[in-house]
């Protein structure tokens, strides 16, 4: 591979520049993070088995709980740790925020690892030696840190900073207190460290029910900020975990375990969204104390948030996508409607069009809603420049051309001779080279390429009135044949003697017609999906869910498509022309059908 010249890096375009880059920038510029070294706890053996002399590098994580399917938000999400951490060499870890065991499945571990690899990010480095209890390099679980977790709560405990809460649920709803109102102590808030520990032990040897108590860290009843009013660190929960079994009947909160977390992997900045923003005390109040006690590394990871990716006509609420694939609303979270990266994929969206709609969606600490458009637009660029092109009819109705046997038949007037056609492969790449297909007497046509009447501004197929095949023939409408319910069934043309594209005199008849077509011969046929947004509300989620549906969101079409189509691979994006931009559904393909999705149209008409 060659260096680029001096001509091509000065053409590369800048990173764009976001208040992220501005912090990483400065901290690696004060040398932050210097004394860093791969692992977690001072003499933590577990937690320094591999890499313990590694040079300081920037760390990031992306940290998704396994209980669901990624959604579109989590792109940006993991576009925005990965870019980071490879723009700035550092890392980047996929660590699974697995502390909920009853929403938590292997499933879900196993789609979020396909979803980010898909996205072009590895979660491992082949020269690392594995940790124990890690799958990959760079691919962690917070249940590989259940053990720390609990020793860490025993010195807050000992240390005066947490008790157990014995009491209800609702009693401590009541006593938290609202943002008017400060909280009032626990009346189990004064026991001694000694009584707390012993308590704390009887939780983890399941001597109490579940939700009977809970382990607090002793902060500030009358904190403005609510998530300082003692949050709750432990809660009893007998369920079987996906990755520890049955070893623990106690489980740590996420806004424990998440902090405790990223200093073990001495990740320097935890990037998060907005709605973290006020658990950002906790998280440094948990952090300075355990590095006061010795457990953590200092300088520990600091937290930044970035407004999350708001798309109109879209939900991302991990309950309510559930609900939809519980009741069978969709075809299962990798629905082509659904907004899950699975989801996504089926449809036809590509990695890179992901990623540039991430870029262009800016990184800034304000919210707001990018429209829909934007993101088909990003398919769009990335998929006009590479995808092979094809012709495929949605609609057919047939087109007999009455004097093919005539002029094509040879001495026999044989109806049934066809003529060679080709187009190119990509227009703007002829090195690709062309594709084959047939012309015949009979072809299928669109359905609303027809009319009896001219109406304004059309141009194509009505009696009298010449219109251009693609890459075949001029044909001159002659008529067309309805049934008693007025259907249209069949229309008719003759061929126009010496007008084949490429052919000298090709242009000597000039049409404002040009329609795509594919040969009764040789068509395929196809089932074809055209997708829609899966919600007609622009801010979806506000009132009932199933009123909110688009219920136009799928239109299922038996189609007849080009032969170059035959050999399509799963995955595989073409330009069906003037349609727009589909893909060989990978599902239906193992199941030996041939289903292509609608990714995107050719322009934008939501609404039209």
Known sequence: ???????????????????????????????????????????????HAHGMNDPARVRLRFPPEPNGYLH????????????????????????????????????YVDSIRDAVEWLGYETYLADRPSAPGVMQPHEYFASDYFDFMYRAAEYLIGAGLAYVDEQSAEEVRANRGDFGKPGTDSPYRTRTPEENLARFRAMRDGQLADGAATLRAKIDMASPNINMRDPALYRIRRATHHNTGDKWCIYPMYTYAHPIEDALEQITHSICTLEFEDQRPFYDWLLDRLAEGGLIASPHPRQYEFARLNVTHVLTSKRKLRQLVEEKHVDGWDDPRMPTL???????????????????????????????????AALRDTLDPVAPRAMAVLDPVKLVITNWGELMGGPDKDESALDDCSAPIHPHHPELGKRAFKLGREVWI?????????????????????????????????GATRDAEGKLIEVQAKLVPDTKSGTPGADAIKVKGNITWVAVADAVQAEVRLYERLFSEANPGGGELLEELNRHSLEVCSAYVEPSLADAKPEAAFQFERHGYFVLDAKAAAAGQRVFNRAAGMRDSWGK
């Open 342 to 376: 699975a989801g996504l994929r089926r449809r036809g969206y590509t990695p890179e069009a992901l990623r540039l709609f991430c870029e262009r969606s800016g990184t800034t600490k304000s919210g707001g809603w990018i429209d829909y458009a934007a993101l088909e």
């Open 1 to 47: 591979m060659t260096s680029p010249t001096d001509k091509d890096v000065a053409k590369t375009p800048a990173a764009p520049s976001n208040f992220l880059r501005h912090v990483i920038e400065n901290d690696l510029a004060q040398g932050a993070y210097t004394g860093r070294r791969w692992g977690g706890a001072p003499g933590d053996a577990e937690h």
């Open 446 to 478: 669109e359905r609303t390429d027809y009319e009896d009447v001219q109406p304004k501004g059309f141009f194509r197929l009505f009696p009298g009135n010449k219109v251009r095949l693609k890459y075949g023939h001029v044909i001159e409408c002659t």
């Open 72 to 107: 579109i938000g989590h792109a940006k999400s993991i576009w925005l740790n990965f870019e980071l951490a490879r723009e700035y060499g550092g890392v980047c870890h996929l660590r699974f925020d697995d502390t909920n065991p009853e929403k938590e499945e292997q499933e």
